[in-house]
């Protein structure tokens, strides 16, 4: 079946280092999105990514997504503590559907 | 502005008790509708979606059920609660923008707990 993976599952950092979290998906994707989700929280939307290569920034996070469109990454520079929490990639599978299936996820602990 | 509310936010059901679990939107009108279950610790599983009244996609075999009786409203239902069912509940929605950003809001999470 359709799979999104992402890795690491967890990753502790020292605050002002920085993180990366990579999302691989087994199928072609139209378009990949990527959510925060705080401890106790619900998934807060990042950004959607949807063409071939293509690179986008927020501030400290810089989000790209694979010339295949199957993978995808995101990047964070010098982390803070409120940057805690897991990290998600969610791909549309099939193209046009509105279905997205969601990455395991990687939660990130700032050491401060 | 468009607000989506689930409830109830915590439940502790019996192994063999029904449940169901209510979402409904405001604010906006012919919206993609999702449920999705997320074990302690771990990811979203996609549990059923619907693009539209009495259009529900299933997506893992299960002893759950979706409706959506109205427009804005999505139910999330059992007969009989297994064990583990349990886990966080939540309900989201996007608009309808082919082409466009399909961001999802998610609403506040159920805390299912099946005894």
């Known amino acids: 079946g359709q799979q999104v993976m992402q890795i690491p599952q967890y990753q502790h950092v020292q605050e002002g280092e920085d993180f990366t979290t990579y999302c691989n998906s087994s199928?072609?994707?139209?378009?990949i999105q990527w959510y925060k989700q705080r401890p106790g929280g619900h998934p807060v939307f990042l950004i959607q990514?949807?063409?071939?290569?293509e690179v986008k920034k927020q501030k400290r996070l810089t989000f790209q997504f694979g010339e295949a469109k199957k993978n995808s990454s995101l990047h964070i520079t010098a982390t803070q503590t409120t940057d805690v929490g897991t990290y998600f990639c969610?791909?549309?599978?099939?193209?046009?559907?509105?279905?997205?299936?969601f990455g395991t996820g990687t939660r990130l602990k700032v050491l401060a | 502005s468009q607000t989506i509310h689930q409830w109830p936010a915590t439940l502790v059901q019996p192994v063999g008790s029904p449940l169901s679990l209510e979402c409904t939107v405001e604010?906006?009108?012919?919206?993609?509708l999702y449920w999705y279950r997320q074990a302690a610790g771990r990811g979203l599983q996609l549990l059923f979606y619907?693009?539209?009244?009495?259009?529900i996609s299933s997506e893992v075999p299960q002893n759950l059920s979706a409706s959506r009786p109205q427009d804005r409203q999505f139910i999330l239902s059992s007969k009989k609660l297994l064990l583990s069912d349990s886990g966080f509940y939540l309900c989201?929605?996007?608009?309808?923008?082919?082409?466009?950003?399909?961001?999802?809001?998610f609403g506040p999470g159920t805390r299912l707990t099946v005894l």
């Open positions: 990514l949807v063409k071939s290569g």
């Open positions: 989201a929605w996007s608009a309808r923008s082919y082409g466009s950003v399909n961001e999802q809001f």
């Open positions: 199928t072609t994707l139209s378009n």
């Open positions: 969610a791909g549309e599978i099939p193209s046009g559907t509105y279905k997205y299936i």
């Open positions: 604010g906006t009108s012919n919206p993609n």
């Open positions: 619907s693009v539209g009244i009495g259009q």
